[in-house]
Each structure stands twice: as C-alpha cells, then as structure tokens.
Nanobody
Framework: QVDLVESGGGSVQPGGSLRLSCVAS?????MGWFRQAPGKEREAVAV???????AYADSVKDRFTISLDNFKTTLYLQMNNLKLEDTAIYYC?????????????????WGQGTQVTVSF
C-alpha cells in the first residue's frame, strides 16, 4: 500500500495559478486528483497512468495539466486560470488499475488533502 502526501494548496485570486504536488512512497499503475467542495460529492479532476496517458474532467481540461515525474513517484497538478468554482479540498489518490476511469472506488490509497481557495 502506497503512502501519499500532498502539498501546494493555498489562496489565489481568480485567473491565478497554483501547482499541487503529491509524493508517493512507491509507484502505482495510475494516480489521480480528486476534489470536494462544500455541499458537493467528491469528484475526479484528472487521472494519469504510468504510461503518461492523462484524462481530465470537462470542467478543467483546458486549464489544468496532470503529470508524473520520471521516477513515477511524484504527481503534479498545474492549475491555470483558476475560477471561483475550483475552490475545494484536493486529494491525491493512487490506483492498482492501469485504466481506473474516474471512479473513486478504483483508487485504493488517498492523501490527506490540501485546501485550494479561489477568491477576490
């Protein structure tokens, strides 16, 4: 079982940028970012497998970029042109599946979460 630690959250104005990082204790077939806003269900933001194939939620696909380092142990989420509705707690997750889709049940390890707040 892999351990995950997120960092990089913070407060930013609309249109600003943040980069989230997630350090894993080992490699997994795929990893992803989820977020949960107040009053809403946890939702997938982006996933990527060890082959480097990414997938994005429609709400972020033109603004966010998910990536892995060369050792496949650090996950990143570059967030550009942030909007008010991006405010949420962001969670890093890992899956034993190469193609986990966007189903939280397919992810078996989770980080503690990092807060992203977009406001004026």
């Amino acid at each position: 079982q892999v351990d995950l630690v997120e960092s990089g959250g913070g407060s930013v104005q609309p249109g600003g940028s943040l980069r989230l990082s997630c350090v894993a204790s080992g490699t997994t077939p795929s990893m992803g970012w989820f977020r949960q806003a107040p009053g809403k269900e946890r939702e997938a933001v982006a996933v990527i497998n060890k082959r480097g194939n990414p997938a994005y939620a429609d709400s972020v696909k033109d603004r966010f970029t998910i990536s892995l380092d060369n050792f496949k142990t650090t996950l990143y989420l570059q967030m550009n042109n942030l909007k008010l509705e991006d405010t949420a707690i962001y969670y890093c997750a890992a899956s034993s599946l190469l193609w986990p889709a966007f189903q939280p049940a397919n992810f078996d390890a989770w980080g503690q979460g990092t807060q992203v707040t977009v406001s004026f």
